[in-house]
């Protein structure tokens, strides 16, 4: 077993204490490849951001585990030769499983998701509550899902939100012993995030997505004062990127996501982490297929995941700095 101190890891559980503390969200972004994992850290680094990096079950396999290893171990170096030594939690991101969850502590993440909101209530509590048991004997930090978020992201597909119930929270937290909790207020997974009957139209013809369920927020944050909440599905799908996309041979139709003042809003109540996963591969998608078009005759690959390293970078320190709000918070 490798423990996630080894790697110079933290667990969330003081980071969320902090970002509650202080009204803003820590970012959680997703990385398969060197690239993605170069861009996070570079843009943490610079911005002076906690981060966690995510890691789904599908990455996992597509990476491998034991490189995974080697990769959050030389994000820790990476940041502090960077002159900057950020905290950085690996967490698993939609563990289904605790076999997964169980492997993924052995293996030095230092947080795991277990997502059972597929389950009947019981259920979920109950495998919940097996994974926290394990995860708390070495000090690993454990987030649960109470509601479906519609989409599909890796494995996790589902075709309707079903909204959490604010009723089941308290039962939820007392019986699982959870240190996070996600919920599902109208955010969704991938880069179609809604059908286009769902959204109204701007002036300018831009799709406009229904409004997130801030009343439901806000009633979980009654029941459960000074827990921490996360959100899920929260990528704004930026429209410049869709258009480099299509412009360059690209066929996203009626790609619309979350608005970032709303996800502002709620990087200042109670939620404590938002995920970002979509953005982060439409910007790569974007640069890459801008190369492609503007220098067919380019097969080095360092030519185009060069640019599109620079793209997510940029991406994630705007996020950092004017949507999450944890820039000058590590």
Same mark, same amino acid.
């Given at each position: ?16 204490? #902090? ?5 803003? $969200? ?26 966690? &990096? ?6 996992? #396999?597509?990476? !491998?585990?034991? &490189?995974? #290893?080697? &990769? ?5 170096? @990476? ?20 076999? %997964? ?5 052995? =293996? ?12 009947? @209530?019981?259920?979920?509590? /109950? &495998? ?5 048991? @394990?995860?708390? #004997? ?14 599909? /992201?890796?494995?996790? =597909? ?6 959490? +119930? ?34 109204? +139209? !701007? ?57 970032? *003042?709303?996800?502002? +809003? ?8 938002? !995920?970002? *996963? ?21 097969? *080095? ?14 991406? @994630? ?6 949507? %999450?709000?944890?820039?000058?918070? $590590?």
């Amino acid at each position: 077993m490798t423990h996630y101190k080894e790697l110079g890891l933290v667990n969330s559980k003081e980071l969320f204490r #902090k970002a509650m503390e202080g009204k803003y $969200a820590i970012p959680a972004f997703n990385f398969n490849n060197l690239e993605q994992l170069q861009a996070i850290i570079g843009a943490c680094v610079e911005t002076k951001s906690p981060v966690l &990096l995510q890691v789904s079950s599908g990455a996992r #396999k597509y990476a !491998n585990q034991t &490189l995974l #290893k080697h &990769l959050a171990k030389g994000a820790v170096d @990476y940041a502090r030769e960077l002159g900057y030594p950020i905290p950085i939690v690996l967490h698993l991101d939609h563990g289904d499983t605790f076999e %997964l969850c169980k492997s993924c502590i052995e =293996s030095g993440f230092s947080s795991v998701m277990i997502d059972g909101s597929h389950l009947p @209530y019981d259920k979920n509590a /109950e &495998l919940t509550r097996q994974v926290v048991e @394990y995860a708390h #004997k070495y000090d690993v930090s454990v987030e649960g899902e109470l509601g479906v978020l519609a989409g599909i /992201e890796d494995e996790v =597909s589902s075709a309707v939100t079903h909204y959490t +119930r604010p009723e089941e929270v308290e039962d939820f937290v007392k019986k699982t012993g959870v240190d996070s909790l996600a919920i599902s207020i109208g955010t969704s997974h991938g880069a179609n995030k809604f059908k286009p009957e769902q959204c109204t +139209r !701007n002036a300018d013809g831009v799709l406009v997505p229904p409004p997130l369920r801030f009343d439901i927020l806000e009633e979980v944050e009654r029941r459960i004062p000074g827990f921490p909440i996360v959100l899920h599905g929260a990528s704004s799908v930026p429209p410049d990127l869709v258009k480099i996309i299509n412009s360059n041979g690209g066929k996203l139709k009626d790609a619309v996501g979350i608005p970032e *003042d709303q996800l502002r +809003r709620a990087a200042a109540s109670a939620v404590c982490k938002i !995920n970002i *996963d979509s953005d982060g591969r439409l910007a790569m998608t974007a640069a890459v297929r801008k190369v492609f078009v503007d220098s067919p005759a380019e097969f *080095d690959p360092r030519k185009y995941l060069g640019p599109a390293r620079d793209q997510l970078k940029a991406l @994630y320190k705007h996020k950092i700095v004017n949507v %999450l709000g944890s820039a000058n918070k $590590a």
